[in-house]
């Protein structure tokens, strides 16, 4: 099946039999936020100018958030920084509803129960795991070696600025991710856009972080 890369971002996220979260959402939302936007940017919708994001083409890709996303800048019509965009479309509503998307499709379950017989939680191990299988299987290929395509990269810079990437990854050389988050594997006009758009998340992150520290 078709996903897109926030929830290829999203399974990795998740622990696979427990569908525990691996890092908390203050890192997880913005880094949603970012890789919505990181596709549009890697599909030629949205582009970097003057250090501001811009809708370059309108046109819907087919996929419902993604869609959303394009057509609220669009009607929004400012250029906008990235971290701007990243604050607006990362929501803890945004999580939910591709967790729910998820497991509407099969490849999560959705497991309510109460933590003490009081506390509701939700947690979304998996049912089909061939998808994240896939995906690990990409991104694994690439840390270890192998050329980066430009939707590996996107990923994986956007799991790096998270700092999703060891948690979700162990094993992993941390040079590695950090030469491919910050390398130019794509069209130049397109690697300066998501290069953009993943120092948004880590601002945002830093920023969130920051304010639940002194509050």
């Known amino acids: 099946m078709t996903v897109t890369i926030a929830e290829e971002l999203l399974l990795l996220a998740y622990s696979e039999e427990e569908g525990r979260q691996l890092i908390g959402g203050i890192q997880l939302d913005p880094a949603l936020g970012g890789a919505i936007l990181a596709e549009l940017a890697a599909a030629g919708r949205v582009e970097l100018a003057d250090d501001k994001v811009t809708v370059k083409d309108p046109a819907p890709l087919g ?27 990362q929501s803890g509503k945004l999580r939910w509803r591709l967790l729910t998307r998820l497991a509407e499709s099969g490849v999560l379950a959705e497991e309510r129960r109460k933590v003490l017989g009081i506390f509701p939680t939700t947690r979304w191990p998996e049912s089909d795991p061939q998808v994240e299988a896939d995906v690990r299987e990409r991104v ?47 069209g130049q006009a397109v690697a300066k856009t998501i290069s953009a758009i993943t120092a948004a998340v880590i601002l945002t992150t830093t920023t969130a972080a920051t304010v639940a520290a002194t509050s």
């Open 140 to 186: 694994t290929a690439v840390l270890t070696g192998a050329e980066p395509d430009q939707r590996t990269a996107t990923l994986i810079a956007i799991m790096y600025a998270a700092k999703l990437d060891l948690k979700a990854f162990p094993g992993a050389d941390r040079g590695r991710v950090k030469e491919i988050a910050e390398g130019e594997w794509a």
């Open 63 to 89: 996929d419902e958030e993604l869609d959303a996303a394009l057509a609220r800048m669009a009607e929004d019509g400012k250029a906008r920084k990235p971290a701007w965009w990243v604050q607006r479309l």
